[in-house]
């Protein structure tokens, strides 16, 4: 599509929006009595204004019923995450009974590792990417040292090439053959939180899989943002926050992938607790831990129903919407903030941005991150004033994520007008 930088072509794509109905489904945030322009939906997704009625069900279903509300007929709480695999199979692409919602992301990070990270004298490095989010850094780390391994040489760290930003698909093909059966665990973003860049899932699992690993993913900032296919890449295992991109709500409950040929494996070692015990005779409550033959199996705790509720009432709207025409319209929004980036860039007798998240619309998802190249902070600073929340990473990169189901095309092109005043 050729795009134009006006007001009235934003608005023109927003009236042929096939999905423009569902931004009314989410609370805005104000600045001075406007609508914000908000552009963190990476980072704390909207809520929707059912989540107040989904949570308010079970709270007065808790006054009035008391612990018979396991059993109610609505909704009882006893099965309530059993209504999740449907709903978020179809956004990280798996078969139902290869996911579950528990805990949060980074303990589900741990808990898989404890499964899928068992090192020997050959066989102990984990393969990331460089700047990966801090929490899995310390998550690999402490894991390391945990089997008594010096992350120094344990953990290997894939960086772009100099001078550039993302990673080379290459560079991480090759380390990984590089380092064969050395590696244990390979264990990527699907999306790096700093640039933006999608990484190539099929490609990173079948590599991992040639040297003998075991090949995971952090989603957080893919589930509910890019299109996956965790079963048919035959990825290993995945986990992801959902108060990101899917809008549960702050610490909301996470989620985990397991690819069905481990989650059938009630053999495979892992931290257990009563969740994640057969149903039929759970309640017998003998000894002897007997793993439910599915994703279930790794569940430890009981479902945190009011943090699920929430959760619930945001998977709904994503299922109305429809997760194809979430990606189809995430596309055109991405690709005009992109247009609008570089068409700021050529009005300067300089360059005042860089955008560093890759431009192939196969590596990239919402998120477009800007390394300012002067002012950075300053300009920051000012798009906040003005009611634009974007987020912003040291040393000078601001992230800006416009998300497909409450960000409009207005929305874009004025935080682009805005941005363009402040520079020039
Ligand atoms: C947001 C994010 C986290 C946060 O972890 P929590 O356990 O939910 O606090 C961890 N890893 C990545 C990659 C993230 O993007």
Redesign the pocket.
Known sequence: MSFQNTISFARELDSKDPLRRFRNKFFIPRHNGKDCIYLTGNSLGLQAKTTSQYVQQELDDWATMGVEAHFKEKNPWMPYHESFPKLLSKIVGCKETEVVVMN????N?HLLMVTFYRPTKMRYKIICEAK??P??QYAFESQVKYHGFDPAGAVIEISPKEGEHTIRTDDILSAIQQHGESIALILF?GVN?YTGQVFDMSAITEAAQRAGAFCGF?L??AAGNVELKMHEWNVDFACW?S??YLNSGP?GV?GVYIHEKHATNTHLPRFAGWWGYTKETRFKMEKGFEAIPTAEGWQISNAPVLSLAAHKASLDIFEEAGIDNLHEKRKLLSGYLHYLLNDINSRQAEKVLEIITPADEKERGCQVSMLMLKRGKEIFNELTNQGVIADWREPNVIRVAPVPLYNSFEDVWRFGDILHSLID
């Open positions: 949060q992301l980074t303990v990070l990966a989010f929490s899995d973003g939180y952090d957080a900032h926050c108060y990101k610490g996470g």
